[in-house]
Structures are given as structure tokens and as C-alpha cells.
């Protein structure tokens, strides 16, 4: 009963075994495809995918931009000429991953000098931030003479803080010469990019007056299943030892079953045998036994066939169904007493049968048995003597 138990625990846990291992290659298999999206709309016209974030998880990535009603367009540059297209503009930064699913991102709505440098930078080199920054200076100068109030606010804090706010022009990107590649579409497109390297950068918008469309990266990745193949090679080894372990003891059981039986028939010839009584054979020479059917036919041939069948019983000598008894001695009363020498011609037979046999033996009297002259010629060639009865000779005496 144990071993049967074992067996089918054994056979049962290869088969949970098998079912996990395909499990963790089918529902549990991580996706191919990693795949990140902006936690929130984009509250600015355009957003930004820093340098190095297309190739966080891998160089072959897919961008896809949504916005529903408008169209949409994905642009790859450099870094330099991205930058040189906003200048002034607000956007939205997308810096890296939140965590697996989420882009992190924040909104650029200022332009703020570096520390230190910044006078280095304007005196060094104009570079096109710092030209553009002096143009978007000189337009929020003019305007600021259209609204003093918002002016004095503007200047009172960028030379509190060193920062320059940040306005938006409302410019389409579509058709710049600045772009790499780019892509457009209604209320959707997507960009197969190859991001070996590094500088580069996407920028997605609408038409500038709305504002940034949905921007969601995929990334394609390897992913392995190490537990697939060693799962269905435990999981068979253990259906294949609880399969046998079952065979065994049905083996084992349908032995002890045979086993059983034949101690059951042994039992039961024995108890027979105790019960029937044994039975003398008879003997050879019993006169009182039946004869058995062998001896019966032996008989019944020796009858039709005229010849003499001994009793196996007595035996007593029975010719032509007729019963003789046994003859008696050379020495007997009857010899004794002056019988007629031939009277036991046939041992076994009666007087009766004797002289019934001798009768139909015996030759007529007025006929004499003798070969002629004549007769022993034609067989020999010779005259011979006259022979006499034998059986004559016999009678005279």
C-alpha cells in the first residue's frame, strides 16, 4: 500500500512539475518587449528624449507618439540641433525611467546659467544658446514695454535667481532641416530607430500650438526561459518513476494473488484427499472381482475366434464359452484309479469336455489310415513301407 502511495505522489508531482516549467515559458515568460510611457500627458508643446535614454535597454527601439485629433511628429536629431531649434521654447525633458514601465520626465520652463561659467561661456565663445538666449532677452525687453507691470515681475526675478523664463513661440517643427529623420501621421506614428549612438535625441510635437502627444519608448530584448528544459526533464523522470513504481506493485500484487491460489488449491486438494477412503485394488486370482472391460474384450475376441481364454481370475482355460476346469496332477486320485490314459488331453477340462473334444477327434473305425504303395510312389519315386497308426497304436495299448 506504501509503495503504491509513494508511486502515485511521485507520478503527480512530475506532472506539477512539467505544468510549472511550461508555465514559466508561456504565462510567466517575461515579455519580450520592454516597453516605458510618460506617466502623464505633457502640459508643454514638446517634449525632449535626452541623450542616452533611447538606449537605456537596448540600441533597437521603437517610439510611438499619440495625440488624439492632431497631427503628430517624430523627429531625431542631435542633441546641439534639438537645443538650437527650442531655444527660448518650453518643452518637456524626458531623463530616464521611473521605474519599468514609467519614463521620468520635468518640465523645462526657464533657462538658467551655470555657475561660474556663465560669464566664462559669453566671453569665450557665443554659443547658440547664449545667442538665442540674448534674442529671447531682447524680444522679452519689447515686450515688457507692452506690459510693465508682468515686466518688472520678469526682471525683479531673473536677477533674483539668474533665470531666464522660458516662452512659447507656437512654432511648428515640421519641415526643419535640422532633423535627422522624421516622421509624421493623424493622431498617431511610430519610429524604428537604431540608438547606437549616443548624441541622439527625439523630439515629438504636434503643431506647437497644442500641447506634446503621448510618448511611449519600446525597447526589443533576449529573454530566456532557464527553467523550461530542466523542468520537463524532472517532470518526465518522476512521471517515469511513479509509472513504474505502480507496474512494480501491480506486478508484486497480481504474484501474491497467484501465489495465493495455488496455496488455496494445494490446501484444498489435500483436504479432499483426507476425505475419500482409500480402496484395496483386488488382486490377480480373486475370483469374486468383476472383470474389467480389457479383460471383457480379450474374451469376446477369444469366443469369435474359437481359441482358449484364460480366467485371469481363477485361471480357469474357457474354449468357445465353455468353462474347463483346472487338470489335474500326474499323480492324482484319478490317474490313480485306472482313467483312460488321453483323458487329459486339453489341462482344465472337464470329463465332459474331453470326451466331447476326443469325439470329434477320433477316426471311423472301419477306415484304416495308411499310405499306399501308389501314394508313396507319386511322392517319392519309391516303394515304402506300410506305416502304422500312431493313434492306433496308442488305442491298442
Not at 13 to 29: D, E, K, M, P, Q
Not at 96 to 115: Q, Y
Not at 226 to 240: C, K, M, S, T
Not at 319 to 325: P, S
Request: aromatic share 4%.
Amino acid at each position: 500500500m506504501n509503495r503504491r502511495i509513494v508511486s502515485a505522489v511521485v507520478a503527480v508531482l512530475g506532472l506539477v512539475v512539467i505544468v510549472l516549467a511550461v508555465c514559466s515559458a508561456t504565462i510567466w515568460r517575461p515579455s519580450a518587449t520592454a516597453t516605458a510611457s510618460l506617466a502623464q500627458e505633457p502640459d508643454q508643446p514638446y517634449a525632449l528624449v535626452e541623450p542616452g535614454v533611447l538606449r537605456l535597454l537596448g540600441s533597437d527601439v521603437t517610439v510611438t507618439a499619440t495625440s488624439e485629433g492632431h497631427n503628430v511628429l517624430i523627429a531625431v536629431a542631435y542633441s546641439a540641433d534639438a537645443r538650437a531649434w527650442l531655444a527660448d521654447d518650453p518643452y518637456v525633458s524626458v531623463t530616464g525611467l521611473t521605474d519599468a514601465t514609467v519614463l521620468a520626465s520635468r518640465s523645462v520652463t526657464e533657462r538658467c546659467p551655470a555657475e561660474g561659467t556663465a560669464t566664462e561661456a559669453a566671453t569665450a565663445s557665443p554659443s547658440p544658446e547664449s545667442t538665442a538666449s540674448a534674442e529671447v532677452t531682447a524680444e522679452s525687453t519689447a515686450s515688457a514695454g507692452a506690459t510693465a507691470e508682468s515686466t518688472a515681475t520678469a526682471e525683479s526675478t531673473a536677477s533674483a535667481t539668474g533665470c531666464t523664463p522660458l516662452t512659447a513661440s507656437g512654432a511648428n517643427p515640421a519641415g526643419s532641416i535640422l532633423w535627422q529623420s522624421a516622421v509624421t501621421g493623424r493622431g498617431s506614428a511610430s519610429l524604428d530607430l537604431d540608438a547606437t549612438d549616443p548624441d541622439l535625441v527625439v523630439l515629438v510635437a504636434t503643431d506647437g500650438s497644442a500641447p506634446a502627444p503621448t510618448l511611449t519608448l519600446s525597447w526589443l530584448r533576449p529573454v530566456s526561459t532557464p527553467f523550461f528544459v530542466p523542468g520537463l526533464i524532472l517532470g518526465g523522470l518522476l512521471i517515469l518513476a511513479g509509472v513504474g513504481g505502480l507496474l512494480f506493485d501491480l506486478q508484486v500484487r497480481r504474484a501474491d494473488a497467484e501465489r495465493r491460489r495455488r496455496a488455496a488449491e494445494r490446501a484444498a486438494r489435500l483436504a479432499s484427499a483426507d476425505s475419500v477412503q482409500t480402496i484395496t485394488m483386488p488382486r490377480i486370482g480373486d475370483p469374486d472381482r468383476p472383470l474389467t472391460r480389457r479383460e471383457m474384450r480379450d474374451k469376446e475376441r477369444a469366443e469369435a475366434a474359437g481359441e482358449e481364454w484364460i480366467d485371469p481370475r481363477t485361471g480357469a482355460v474357457s474354449l468357445n464359452g465353455i468353462a474347463a476346469a483346472p487338470a489335474p496332477p500326474a499323480d492324482s486320485a484319478a490317474q490313480d484309479a485306472g482313467a483312460p490314459r488321453g483323458s487329459a488331453v486339453l489341462p482344465g477340462l472337464d470329463a465332459q469336455a474331453t470326451a466331447a473334444h476326443r469325439s470329434a477327434r477320433e477316426l471311423e473305425e472301419d477306415t484304416a489310415f495308411a499310405v499306399t504303395e501308389a501314394d508313396s510312389a507319386e511322392d517319392t519315386g519309391e516303394p515304402t513301407e506300410e506305416p502304422t497308426d500312431r493313434h492306433d497304436e496308442e488305442d491298442n495299448r
